[in-house]
């Protein structure tokens, strides 16, 4: 018996020091570019330049002439027939004779000759791009796994216990956008040479009349929020701009001619969105009456119509391996003035009323004011699951289990098979993530509900320069939203891409004699359960006959 025990407790010496931890911190992976809103794959963007206008050019051209010329004509040298005459006399020594005949050159050219060139280009610039909707993420891993501590026999099979953690993650999302520019671009010269002759005597020179180099200016530009107009050529303290679709819109009635004016409530001054309740706002008639105007004025209704665009960004909250961003945007919402339309219909006195003394005095005043109506609201949800995979490398062949002889390995990094190693072999992980992404978009239908007691407004003024200008109210306001429900246009669940790898510290398993550079040491508790177990055997040791 005692020996049984001293086998046990030796069996356990090994076994206490068998595993070692393995852990990879910092694994960071995030998506290299925007990937889509709607489905796998990078997100669409178009963008682009085009030119409109004529083609680059290089074009001289050259006008005007001259008269005249150079002529050149011969005669006999006199010089020559001197030499000829002292030649023919005997006993004299005339030298060497000249030439025979002389060449004279008359220039009459008269005129003038001018040569234009031009080269360069002009014209518009179109600068586009559209986003049809994009997303991107960032995760960050760690990743343990349990490995032996010792080295191995050579055919034993490794079991590893792995597990992985989320330790931070983000995902943002940008709603489709579109953006235009039209610039006015320029690089043009023109140089002119003449050259001008007067019986023969010439000048010319050169003059360059024209050289733009590279001008470039805003004409007209496009994003979601407004039009700018002359932007490059205003002076930088001016705007001129119109704002797209965050524009109220209100319905007024004149008290006494029963007169309707549609309100697009953009300020006469600023051009920004103006407050329906603001006098100085621009006015169309809808039903026009030919009695003159009292200047008193109710609103009936008010409609808002926006440009839904959603920027959104949401991280991971503790404990969670999912990630959900949930957002809306306003679309459009029509109000009705319910206290304004009694009083068109003549059941109730006026109890708001807007009104106009002259060109310098306008203002509001409400008694009591209820609006209520409809609301549309764009919503973007979007969820993403994710699991940390890896693919296993092998710098020699080991048997895996369910596969057979192999170098590598990839999968779930929790689902790490067990492996038979035939000799010391160093495995090198290679992260990566496995993201799956519910993305859903859609309209939100509700209602709102406004009352407001006793508020006001009046200025005092022209144009950009007021008076005075100011406001009190509402003594008392109560309001409330109510969803009714939502309607998804878009519901899909598709695989997220575009992320990068990650490759980790390597893991060296020992096959055979050697030390491994993590071992375990071996608890006290062990020691503490060795002892026991050996004392007891001393115990139960049998007893000398008598």
Known sequence: MKQGFIVIGACLLPLAAQAATYQQSGIVLETETRQSAWGSGSATRLADTVFIGPDPWSESEEFGG????????????????????????????????????????IDTTTGAEASISTSGRAGLELNYALDAGSVGSRLEYVAHADIPGTPVEKGQIVSLTTSAELVSGSLDSQSPTAEASLDVVADITL?????????????????NLIDVDGFRKELISIDPNEINYLDGFLPEAVKLSTPIGDVPTSLEADLVTRKLEFNTNVNNDTGAPGDPNDPKTKKDTVVDSTEPGS????????????VPLLALDGQTNAGDEDITLDGTADFLALKADIDGLLTYAGVLPPLGIRADFGQFVSGSVDLLDIEVGPTISLFQTFRLTQELMVDLSFDKQVDIAGIGLASSWSGLWEELPD??????????????????????????????????????????????????????????????QKSFGRVALFDDTFALGGFNTFEGQAMTFLVGNGTSPSQIPLPAGAWLLIGGLAGLGMLRRPKRRG
């Open 66 to 105: 001259f008269v005249g010329g150079a002529t050149s004509f011969s005669y006999p040298n006199p010089k020559r027939i001197a030499w000829n005459i002292c030649n023919a006399l005997p006993f004299t020594s005339c030298g060497t004779a000249p030439a025979a005949t002389l060449t004279t050159r």
């Open 191 to 207: 140089d002119v040479s003449t050259t001008g002759c007067v019986v023969g005597g010439c000048s010319s020179g050169s003059t």
């Open 295 to 306: 200047g008193l004025f109710v609103e009936l209704a008010r409609v808002d119509a926006k």
């Open 419 to 480: 492996f038979t190693l035939f000799g010391t072999t160093v495995a090198t992980p290679t992260f990566f993530t496995q993201a799956m992404l519910r993305s859903t978009t859609g309209f939100d239908f509700g209602a709102e509900f406004d009352l407001d007691l006793l508020k006001g407004n009046l200025t005092v003024g022209s144009g950009s320069f007021n008076a005075f200008e100011g406001s009190f109210g509402p003594v008392f306001n109560v309001g409330g």
